[in-house]
């Protein structure tokens, strides 16, 4: 059973949810099937965004969704009000139960804390809404994901720019890379503001840049400050942003903090320049196992 079901944090679940690129990862179908085994009307009180109620036959017991293709889904998701464990029986282990021994493609999670945890911490993701048609998926708006929870976010130019966004994450600092200074810039305290300019070209720069945004981020989670770091695309400059400060607040090398990174944003993809400044970073902290920059995945 251990293999077969795991437990997912909060967290892992909100940066499910909010990856993709031109269109939100939720839209596409082999993405993520996630399951509220709550009663019918709890669930039709309110559930978070994009997930269904689990079907159960007429003596209570749970169903394979007809559409679900358990085998082809990349994530399989399973919620009810409070579990915290997959040593303790109740309604999101028994429908685990049923969609691993089903043929889940991969491990089925179990979400730690359920409904109530979640909607706690991201009360603006609860919904009522049961059904999104495949139009209303391909336009979903993403949120920046969750690097520290509740203290560190990277996003896109959009996501910095949506003031409901920062609102409901309660964002108070912002570090934006970029060639322009955004519009936004004037809606933030120069303290909480830190604009870097930089290109996603070869002879870029933003090595002299680690220690400044390091710092600035640090001082704003010392004053309990969310930061959100965000870049046109929020997958090269803001992500190498992200990436040092990882590196300087954990003293890890390179691999190390792409591997936590990656694990919050799938697509980051910091432009191979970036990388190499990555490495002299590197050498600066003392970091030792250092990462062979030579190898083409980096």
């Known amino acids: 059973m251990a293999n077969r079901i795991v437990i997912c ?9 909010q990856q993709g690129s031109t269109f939100p990862c939720v839209s596409d179908p082999n993405y993520l099937l996630l399951l509220d085994a709550r009663e019918t009307h709890e669930y039709n009180e309110s559930h978070i965004i994009t997930s269904k109620l689990a079907p159960r036959s007429p003596d209570g017991k749970f169903l394979v969704p007809y559409d679900a293709e358990l085998e082809c889904k990349m994530h399989v998701i399973i919620l009810d009000n409070r579990t915290h464990s997959i040593k303790i029986e109740g309604p999101a282990m028994s429908c685990a139960q049923v969609m691993a021994d089903m043929g889940s493609r991969n491990p089925v999670k179990v979400l730690r804390g359920g409904y109530e945890e979640f909607s706690a911490l991201y009360p603006f993701l609860r919904t009522q809404k049961i059904m999104f048609m495949p139009r209303e998926l391909d336009v979903l708006e993403t949120y ?4 520290f929870p509740g203290q560190l976010y990277l996003g896109n130019h959009m996501q910095a720019g949506s003031k409901q966004m920062c609102k409901d994450l309660k964002i108070k600092a912002v570090i934006y890379v970029g060639m322009v200074v955004p519009d936004i810039s004037a809606t933030w305290k120069e303290d909480d503001f830190l604009f870097m300019q930089a290109s996603d070209e070869e002879d870029a720069d933003l ?19 969310v930061v959100l770091v965000a870049s046109d695309n929020g997958i090269s400059r803001g992500a190498t942003i992200v990436l ?17 990174l990656l694990d919050c944003k799938s697509n980051i993809r910091p432009h191979r320049t970036f990388v190499m400044q990555l490495s002299r970073w590197e050498e600066t902290l003392g970091v030792e196992d250092k990462t062979d920059v030579s190898d083409p995945h980096y």
């Open 9 to 17: 944090e909060p967290t892992e679940l909100y940066n499910i949810l």
């Open 207 to 225: 090595y002299g840049n680690f220690q400044t945004a390091v710092d600035f981020i640090g001082k704003a989670r010392n004053k309990n400050q």
């Open 144 to 147: 920046p994901v969750e690097v």
């Open 244 to 260: 040092a400060y990882l590196m300087a607040f954990y003293k890890w090398p390179i691999k190390h903090a792409c591997k936590h």
